[in-house]
């Protein structure tokens, strides 16, 4: 209209007599145009993707009495008794090459002899972690609990009845026609699949909250017998949980940390061979746990290489893709005697966020993505410091980033996550500022001392602590 306004001002006005007399000749041309333009445009508006921003988010910070060093992890495993002494001999040798630092934490409930695995002591742990984190996210946003219209809570193991979405409706008294969801037994990276979900809600209901809770709930999934396969996870997986508030407010731009640029999700579950690689069950006496694969990295990397191939047309520059897809052609014509090209991930992102699911998944991935030392910093030092804690671990790892001062406005940061099932999923976002760490954030206390060297075969050094 600027525009139209502009010309008309500099037309001379006999031209524009002119205009307004062949307009009157073509009156039903011109109403059908506009209608046309007005129709277009109002569907436009009513169907366009509304952005979905981060406000903020926070991590649990677990206090230093729930603290497991080495030597008492040990101490406590061999006082329980249930385990015999090659069971105790490979956990430690697991702990040794974990890549895990003498301050993760495990429940209260772990820290008894005998330990008290009971529903009363998980409850406390799933409300401990859960309210640690929401109570630091509405402190620093503002937000009232009752501005809230969606809730999404994931937890794998733990899914009792009230729910842990319940849960915390019932704490924070919200409202009453709120959308709330518990998403249970979709493994680490079930908090990608949260927001997903939370995004989608976000297209329909206007102008709301979104609050995304990602957990894992140790008290009650401990293995106390003497499977290797199932002492795994009791030697990486440590007490952790994320909140995030997410908004399709406009006005919310102006404060949000991060824009949802894209979230691919790839599922593996129709293999047999990825669907038990990660699988709760009994062991020959009937103790409970959670068995891990020999052939998990392997298929985790099936998964990752399809995952990527989704999304690397979203993300990757056009000299990328085309090298890409001249490598393919080139493998289909030679009969696979051309090595597959990688595509160089660093073009498209300035930070990843690499599940912290152990030291070989880091390893791995920094392998076949070509990464540097610097891009895995982030899921070294979480896995370090918190240990494996599931599906909320890339958001202690993007919390490492914002620490360092390294996140600056237009960042593209890369959230990737494997979970049981067996699923890859990715999350991208964009930094909408220069993002500095939040109040109480977790690595508040002990960011100084980091990053530590990490050494094969011995306890990793420990930053100093304030």
């Known amino acids: 209209m600027a525009v139209i306004l502009l010309e008309a001002a500099q037309t ?3 031209e524009l007599r002119q205009v307004w007399l062949h307009l009157q000749y073509n009156l039903v041309s011109v109403l059908v145009c506009s209608t046309v333009f007005v129709f277009g445009t109002t569907v436009y508006i009513m169907t366009r993707p509304r952005p979905v921003y981060l406000v903020d988010y926070a991590c649990y910070r677990p206090p230093p009495e729930l603290k497991a060093p080495f030597h008492r992890f040990m101490e406590h495993s061999q006082l329980c008794g249930g385990f015999n002494e090659s069971a105790l001999e490979f956990q430690r040798r697991i702990l040794e090459r974990s890549g895990l630092g ?3 934490c495990l429940p209260v409930a772990l820290h008894y002899l005998p330990p008290r695995p009971t529903m009363a002591a998980a409850r406390e742990e799933a409300e401990q972690v859960m309210f640690g984190a929401l109570d630091t996210l509405f402190n620093n946003t503002g937000v009232k609990p009752k501005d809230v219209g969606v809730l999404v809570v994931n937890c794998s193991l733990f899914n009792p009845t009230p729910s842990l979405s319940a849960m915390i409706v019932n704490r924070y008294k919200l409202r009453g026609n709120i959308k709330s969801f518990n998403l249970g037994g979709m493994g680490c990276s079930a908090g990608v699949l949260a927001v997903d979900l939370a995004r989608d809600l976000l297209q329909v209901h ?5 609050v995304v809770v990602s957990t894992e709930n140790i008290t009650q999934n401990w ?13 990486l997986f440590r007490v952790g949980a994320a909140a995030l508030l997410l908004s399709n407010r406009a006005a919310d731009r102006r404060r949000a940390k991060y824009k949802l640029v894209h979230i691919v999700r790839t599922h593996r579950g129709a293999d047999d061979r990825a669907f038990r690689c990660v699988y709760q069950e009994q062991d020959e006496v009937g103790k409970v746990g959670v068995s891990l ?3 998990l990295m392997a298929i985790a990397g099936e998964a990752l290489k399809i995952n990527i191939t989704t999304l690397g047309p979203m993300v990757l ?3 990328e893709q085309l090298l890409f897809f001249a490598t393919l052609v080139a493998k289909k014509l030679f009969n696979g005697k051309v090595k597959p090209y990688i595509p160089d991930f660093k073009l498209a992102f300035d930070h990843f966020c690499i599940h912290a699911g152990g030291r070989a998944v ?8 070509q990464l540097r ?3 895995v910093e982030a899921s070294r030092m979480t896995l370090h410091r918190f240990g494996n804690t599931s599906s909320s671990s890339i958001w202690y790892e993007l919390a490492y980033t914002e620490a360092k001062g390294r996140m600056r406005k237009g960042h593209r940061v890369w959230q990737i996550a494997f979970g049981s099932g067996f699923k890859c999923n990715s999350a991208v976002w964009q930094a909408l500022r220069n993002v500095k760490p939040s109040h109480d954030g977790p690595w508040e206390d002990c960011i100084h001392g980091y990053p530590v060297e990490i050494i094969d075969g011995f306890p990793p050094r420990e930053p100093q602590q304030q």
């Open 12 to 14: 001379d006005p006999d």
């Open 102 to 104: 003498q301050d993760t």
């Open 206 to 210: 206007r102008a709301t909250y979104a």
């Open 223 to 235: 293995y106390f017998g003497n499977r290797k396969a199932m002492l795994i996870p009791n030697c």
């Open 293 to 295: 694969s020999k052939d």
């Open 317 to 319: 520059p056009i000299s």
């Open 362 to 369: 880091i390893d791995e991935l920094e392998k076949n993505l």
């Open 373 to 375: 030392p610097i891009h």
